[in-house]
């Protein structure tokens, strides 16, 4: 019986490695990786950080990041806070949309190339196979693109509400991050959209240097 505890302990234990492993992976998601086109990110997190006051205290602009790399748990709670399900049956987001339409989606561009974030399955899907198109979004370690249907008048609410979540997790986690108009369209015409779609904003993250 002691022996069947210890076994049942010492597994316990390994997957418990395994996981606190892989969410402490920086984010980073080189070409090899993107071979697999799908990435399951850890499961966003429902508890730490500050309280919403705290973080609207801490909350601005960032412009200058450092080397230092965000993990994957940090990349996937960023993600979730912006365009995350928060109420599964249903499918309802964090972030409210007219008519519930949920016409946006959330692109992240690595050094591995740019991911569609999956919301339903937690993964990123390879949208873009170009190695390291950051440069060309201003150089941060991480940068969001924010996508929705063009002709929704809505649309620059709903991806203001998103960047805003993701500021505010930003803000509550210690991640410098700055929204950004410029270069917004750097990646049109080589990144596939759903029809009818084009990126609103972008918004680089980055630890603060
Ligand atoms: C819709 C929007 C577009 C922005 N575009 C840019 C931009 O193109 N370049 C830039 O450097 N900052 C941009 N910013 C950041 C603002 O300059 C910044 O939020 C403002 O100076 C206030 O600073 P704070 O965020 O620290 O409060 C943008 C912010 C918003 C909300």
Redesign the pocket.
Known sequence: MQNVKTRYFLAVGFMLCIVGIVACQPYALKNTAAAEKRISLPAPEKTGGKTVLEALWL???T?TFSEQPVTMQNLSNLLWAAWGINRAEGGYRTVPTGMNKKDAELYVALDGGVWRYNAASNELELALDLPDVRARLGGAPITLLYAATAGNEFSGLHV?SM?QSAALYCAAAGIGN???????DALSGILALPAGYKIF?IQLVGMPK
């Open positions: 909350r601005k602009s412009r203001g960047y700055v929204v950004k108009r410029d270069r917004s904003i």
